[in-house]
């Protein structure tokens, strides 16, 4: 399964809203009727960060500007007003097919 | 509070081997399926190998069969991976990873760097 996220980079304003694609070569839906599409942040020098998963549910700690949407093979992450701790790469990624695959990152920069 | 802290990383030449070990702490390691991805520099996460929580189940991405084998000890709370006939392209910072439920990955250590070099 191929992830693939647009845009690769995205300047952003502080306190202004930004958006990052993930598109699928297949669709996502498990057998169980799950969608398994996370995204993850990966802070400058830091390791990866779970966001959300199941394309839309928080992981413990993750601020509320934070939201998924999407089906089948396209998804949404929002950040409603970006904040400088915000500024990373962040990545979809899917486990709904073996082999797990991830996208190829976007890069939010102020 | 969940912990993985990778080790064993570092300088090796082509074709040798390194063994990598992750130690978990904060949450029961033995119920838990565990995953390694790379990060090559500069470059996007490639998931390379998972184990199922009683390490019965395990497997490889294609760039890595033969050549890497993922382990665990679960009395020790440890995660392995040893990895032999490294390549230049092996070159990667790896992390461990826990696989939550639903699957995700939702905690994820450090890294360890290791690179390959003549």
């Known amino acids: 399964i191929v992830l693939t996220q647009t845009p690769l980079s995205s300047p952003v304003t502080l306190g202004q809203p930004a958006s990052i694609s993930c598109r699928s070569s297949?669709?996502?839906?498990?057998?169980?009727?799950?969608?398994?599409l996370s995204w993850l942040q990966q802070r400058p020098g830091q390791p990866p960060r779970l966001l959300l998963y199941?394309?839309?549910n928080p992981f413990s700690g993750v601020p509320d500007r934070f939201s998924g949407s999407g089906a089948g093979t396209d998804f949404t992450l929002k950040i409603s007003r970006v904040e400088a701790e915000d500024v990373g790469v962040y990545y979809c990624?899917?486990?709904?097919?073996?082999?797990?695959?991830f996208g190829q990152g976007t890069k939010v920069e102020i | 509070q969940v912990q993985l802290v990778e080790s064993g990383g570092g300088v090796v030449q082509p074709g040798r081997s390194l063994r990598l070990s992750c130690a978990a702490s904060?949450?029961?390691?033995?119920?838990?399926?565990m995953h390694w991805v790379r990060q090559a520099p500069g470059k996007g996460l490639e998931w390379v190998a998972v184990?199922?929580?009683?390490?019965?189940?395990?497997h490889y991405a294609d760039f890595v069969k033969g050549r890497f084998t993922i382990s665990r000890d679960n009395p020790k709370n440890t995660l392995y991976l040893e990895m032999n006939g490294l390549r230049v392209e092996d070159t990667a910072v790896y992390y461990c990873a826990r696989e939550g439920l639903p699957p995700n990955m939702d905690y994820w250590g450090q890294g360890t760097l290791v690179t390959v070099s003549s």
């Open positions: 990624m899917q486990a709904t097919h073996f082999p797990w695959t």
């Open positions: 184990i199922s929580y009683d390490g019965v189940g395990k």
């Open positions: 297949q669709g996502l839906v498990h057998s169980d009727g799950n969608t398994y």
């Open positions: 199941k394309i839309s």
């Open positions: 904060g949450f029961t390691f033995s119920s838990y399926a």
